[in-house]
RNA sequence: GAUUCCGUAGCUCAGCUGGUAGAGCAUAACACUUUUAAUGUUAGGGUCCUGGGUUCGAACCCCAGCGGGAUCACCA
């Protein structure tokens, strides 16, 4: 039971009247398509003797009906399309209806339409479709906003309310072509990217989603159950550790594209669910690796935007290769300043105190150099940069530095201040492994509810050995941010996480009558705004019973007037 | 999680110092055979987010809640 406004109840009764007409409002049919909307602005001019016999569908969007001949639009997938219907061309007898009625009348804004005809030009210079054939498809019963566009492409009345448009992100996409588009880019990075690696013969896999374990990064897990089995899992956090045991296993590289889970806090650049990619390739390390990312992401923004170049916010960012790399004590040193590389913890907690950055006594001496790092170096981070070669302690994968101690080779890609990629040498040594999981748990001990988890199995998986390795994850949904000059995640996913709906129930006219109200008298108490049983039940008997004999005269319902007994029960539910 | 702004018709938004709820588009009716933000005339459409409070009187003031945006903190 919903309550239906005034249009809602229009287009239902719409709907009737096209049954009783014989019209099947979603009849079982294949349509046969032979063009696109975009196909028929690209090639009529040049090709016209192929316009002719067109076959088309879509959704009629606007409508400008002038007596017996009309104007109209429809939008198919490609774009939108002008339609000449003129009354005597689709009604050729006598029987005027399927113009008069059908068409003028019954079929509104949203409705999906069949249309045969031939491709033509308008006194006014506007490709369009003169419709011989019209065939209702799918008759749609909710109203669509309707976005106006002027010549200039200004926009009128916009469907604009974010809460809206991600909660009915169908009808954003109906009404808000570049929506569309954002969402094509975001397929493009994805396909282009699977391509790159295909190409260079890495194996695209599947890990589980549902980890005993949940291992490969420091963040809180969403924990579910499994019945067979009695034993709780997790939705995986990352998939490394899975990745790896492959490369354990003998491919020499792999990679998975997919949805991880975190179960923190949201806001413009996190979800809980989101998309990484991470490849791990054997017998290379981080250096390598840096080639191979620049080479990829010119790649990629090539293929999406066409060049190498793209607009982000106020800034271009070049995508094409070689990137800049600075250590991360160099990019201290250079934009805060200060060598931190000496450092123990005291010093470095003087040098955060200094600069007003904010600790706790949880933080080690990673996250300490990490904290500096966030708050004086990132933002100045526009053109693409390899930050390389952090502090062990807040690293516990990545390979010992091959000669700087204190060090991992690990290195991380800033854009536009933001990081979105970052890789490692991978560390194959399963001692040295063991001793950070280790190193790991005493941080937890001391406070830090991110530090990771020790995974025996995969240790295991590495005493059997594997081979130097880099490895290299990718936030997709950051990198389509950019490449699509979006500020915020919830533009690049289709359908954001939010908070629930709040839903009314809404009592059917059974639900009242079952509560002792006479049929007739059902709409008086609709007319009260009581629409829940709730609400029924929180009513005042005396006021309740003078409104509703109110509401009786005033809609001069044939029901009797209830006593004040029977009010009374209604309320009580007895 | 904190701060702050917002919530009025299907959509986009006005609504003065607290005094009968408004517009454009959309919808309905009529007219109109090349319009394109079609046009002209007319009509209907509201739980002013929810619940309390103040008041003779609340869309408006106060309190609480729900939902959303922005900023900040954590994380990718």
Redesign the pocket.
């Known amino acids: 039971m919903q309550?239906l406004?005034?249009?809602?109840i229009?287009r239902r009764k719409?709907r009737e009247s096209l049954m009783q007409l014989g019209i099947d409002p979603y009849p079982a049919l294949s349509y046969p398509i032979n063009a696109s909307a975009a196909d028929i602005h690209k090639n009529y001019e040049n090709r016209k003797n192929d316009y002719k016999n067109i076959s088309i569908a879509g959704r009629l969007m606007?409508?400008?009906?002038?007596?017996?001949?009309s104007?109209a639009?429809i939008q198919d997938s490609s774009g939108r399309l002008?339609i000449?219907v003129?009354?005597?061309d689709i009604c050729p007898e006598e029987d005027k209806t399927l113009y008069n009625t059908v068409f003028?009348?019954l079929l509104?804004?949203g409705d999906f339409i069949g249309l045969k005809g031939f491709i033509?030009t308008?006194?006014?210079?506007?490709i369009?479709l003169?419709v011989q054939e019209l065939t209702l498809l799918s008759k749609s019963l909710?109203?669509?906003?309707?976005?106006?566009?002027?010549?200039e492409g200004?926009v009128?009345?916009?469907?604009?309310?974010?809460?809206?448009r991600?909660r009915q992100r169908y009808v954003d996409l109906v009404v808000n072509p570049e929506v569309k588009d954002t969402f094509v880019a975001r397929s493009r990075v994805i396909s282009s990217m699977r391509r790159y690696f295909d190409d260079h013969g890495w194996l695209e896999v599947e890990t589980p989603i549902l980890q005993q374990v949940h291992g490969g990064?420091?963040?809180k897990p969403f924990d579910t159950h499994h019945n067979a089995l009695d034993i709780p899992l997790f939705l995986r956090i990352a998939n490394e550790l899975y990745l790896k045991r492959l490369i354990v296993g003998g491919f020499e590289g792999v990679y998975e594209i997919g949805k991880?889970f975190?179960n923190?806090?949201?806001?413009?650049?996190?979800?809980?669910?989101?998309t990484?990619m991470e490849i791990y390739v054997a017998y290379k390390d981080y250096n390598w690796m840096m080639e191979m990312v620049e080479d990829l992401l010119g790649q990629i923004a090539q293929a999406v935007l066409g060049q190498t170049q793209a607009k982000v916010g106020e800034n271009t960012i070049e995508f094409a290769g070689p990137y800049r790399r600075l250590t991360m004590f160099e990019s201290i040193q250079e934009y805060a300043g200060v060598d931190v590389s000496q450092m123990d913890e005291k010093a470095l907690r003087a040098v955060c105190a200094d600069m007003g950055v904010?600790v706790d006594d949880s933080m080690g001496k990673g996250?300490l150099i990490?904290?500096i790092f966030?708050?004086k170096v990132e933002d100045h981070l526009i053109q693409p940069t390899y930050i390389t070669d952090y502090p062990i302690e807040m690293t516990p994968l990545a390979k010992k530095h091959r000669d700087k101690p204190g060090l991992v080779e690990r290195f991380e890609l800033f854009v536009n201040g933001?990081?979105?990629a970052?890789a490692y040498t991978e560390l194959n040594d399963p001692v040295d492994q063991r001793e950070r999981f280790e190193e790991q748990l005493k941080l937890a001990a001391r406070g830090d509810d991110?530090a990771m988890a020790m995974d025996e199995d995969f240790l295991r998986a590495l005493e059997y050995g594997m081979p130097p390795t880099s490895g290299l994850g990718i936030?997709i949904?950051?990198l389509c941010m950019m490449l699509t000059n979006k500020?915020?995640?919830?533009e690049v996913l289709f359908f954001?996480q939010?908070?629930?709906?709040?839903k009314?129930q809404?009592a059917t006219d059974d639900d009242f009558i079952a509560r002792g109200i006479h049929p007739g008298l059902v709409p008086a108490i609709r007319e009260l705004?009581i629409?829940?049983l709730d609400?029924l039940r929180?009513q005042n008997p005396n006021k309740l019973f003078n409104d509703v004999c109110g509401k009786r005269k005033k809609l001069k319902l044939e029901a009797p007037n209830p006593t004040k007994d029977e009010v009374e029960n209604w309320i009580n539910g007895a």
């Open positions: 309550l406004n005034e249009q809602e229009e719409d606007t409508r400008r009906i002038m007596g017996s001949a104007f639009e002008q000449y003129r009354r005597d003028k009348k509104g804004i033509f308008t006194q006014t210079g506007e369009s003169h909710k109203p669509l906003p309707v976005v106006k566009r002027d010549e200004n009128y009345d916009g469907f604009t309310d974010p809460e809206l991600y990064a420091a963040a991880m975190r923190e806090g949201m806001d413009r650049t996190h979800n809980p669910e989101f990484s904010e996250k990490d904290e966030g708050e933001k990081e979105i970052n991110e936030g949904d950051r500020s915020t995640i919830q954001p939010m908070k629930p709906e709040k009314v809404v705004n629409h829940t609400q929180g």
